[in-house]
């Protein structure tokens, strides 16, 4: 039983090396803003959603916002294990409220903060058809060893299109109808449990308040369920500029189904602003792996497989050398399924 779970183990972390596209588990953007560099994986489509609170305070103009939204996103990967296709919707009601008379004024807005569709495709994978990136299957501190090439990162560009109502009090004067958007995001994954994203985006591109982000998340994998994250974002426009951090986790209920929650603040008061939100991401898996699809047999007793025909190989090398006629003893016979 022992010997079958250690061959899990390999086989699964060999399968994420080279296929690293697509995970045996969901992999979700969420609870962060920020976008992982790989795609769902082909005909995988994912769907992350969630309500949050937003509750800000600008203290010099002596105003507040207080609202719920709502986030959407829907990925799909296309064609290719590289390649998704997604979009990407936040929708927002709050009231604002002017304190700098004697009777507060308020105000209602509803409107999209973001409404973008866009694609994502991989132009970089460090481990994909790496030999040397395969488990050593005699020693598993050579498994855990630090390797200098993890901090190359993998590599993917993002390009959408977004499309912004008229007269949207969530968005800079004259910004309206079609903008382009750009993201290039790398992603590393370490073997003691942390990933680290790095995004860069421009957006909104050629319109008067076209602003230029960066995004940092690291995420911790605490055991096979839990997950914490802490991530910092910066905001640079004419129309608005922010340094904002966010801290939470994700749950694993089930191989396609995440809970997360999180919270978003900042340290200044022009405006002060602290957000909380809850979602969910569920993964619809229609993935086939072409190799097992082709084969038609379980992974693990391929792996046996292709383990046993080394030995036998090996064992008849041996004999071949020493010269020995002799018949091997039926017990330690190996069975080459391939020889059929």
């Known amino acids: 039983m022992k010997t079958r779970l250690s061959l899990l183990f390999i086989v699964l972390s060999t399968i994420l090396s080279v296929h690293a596209q697509y995970t045996e588990e969901i992999n979700s953007n969420r609870p962060g803003v920020s976008r992982g560099a790989w795609s769902v994986g082909k005909n995988v489509a994912q769907v992350e959603t969630g309500p949050y609170i937003v509750r800000e305070k600008h203290t010099p103009l002596k105003s507040e916002l207080s609202g719920l939204g709502f986030d959407l996103a829907a990925r799909y990967g296309l064609f290719f294990e590289e390649l998704e296709l997604n979009i990407e919707a936040s929708y927002q009601s709050a009231t604002f409220t002017?304190?700098?008379?004697?009777?507060?004024?308020?105000?209602?807005?509803?409107?999209?903060?973001n409404l973008v569709l866009g694609a994502k495709y991989l132009v970089y994978d460090p481990y994909k058809d790496k030999e040397e990136d395969k488990?050593?299957?005699?020693?598993?501190?050579?498994?855990?060893?630090?390797?200098?090439?993890?901090?190359?990162?993998?590599?993917?560009?993002?390009?959408?299109?977004?499309?912004?109502?008229?007269?949207?009090?969530?968005?800079?004067?004259?910004?309206e109808g079609f903008s382009p958007k750009v993201i290039i995001s790398s992603q590393n994954n370490f073997?003691?449990?942390?990933?680290?994203?790095?995004?860069?985006?421009?957006?909104?591109i050629g319109s008067e308040y076209s602003d230029l982000q960066w995004i940092v998340t690291f995420t911790k994998a605490i055991n096979d369920k839990w997950v914490g994250f802490g991530e910092a974002q910066a905001i640079y426009s004419d129309f608005y500029a922010d340094n904002l951090f966010r801290l939470g986790g994700a749950y694993l209920h089930t191989k396609d189904i995440q809970f997360d929650a999180g919270i978003t603040f900042n340290t200044k008061d022009t405006p002060s602003v602290f957000?909380?939100?809850?979602?969910?991401?569920?993964?619809?898996?229609?993935?086939?792996?072409?190799?097992?699809?082709?084969?038609?047999?379980?992974?693990?007793?391929?792996?046996?497989?292709?383990e046993n025909k080394k030995r036998g190989r090996k064992k008849k090398k041996k004999k071949g050398e020493e010269g020995s006629t002799s018949k091997p003893k039926k017990e330690n016979q190996i069975i080459d399924f391939d020889s059929e």
């Open 98 to 113: 002017d304190n700098r008379s004697t009777i507060p004024a308020e105000q209602k807005y509803s409107n999209f903060k």
């Open 135 to 175: 488990p050593n299957l005699m020693s598993y501190h050579a498994n855990k060893k630090f390797k200098w090439k993890t901090l190359i990162p993998a590599v993917s560009v993002y390009v959408g299109g977004n499309y912004d109502f008229k007269n949207n009090p969530y968005l800079a004067p004259d910004v």
């Open 191 to 204: 073997k003691s449990g942390w990933v680290m994203v790095v995004n860069i985006i421009k957006d909104r």
């Open 275 to 306: 957000n909380a939100n809850f979602g969910v991401s569920y993964r619809f898996d229609m993935h086939t792996d072409p190799e097992e699809k082709d084969n038609g047999t379980d992974v693990i007793d391929e792996f046996e497989r292709k």
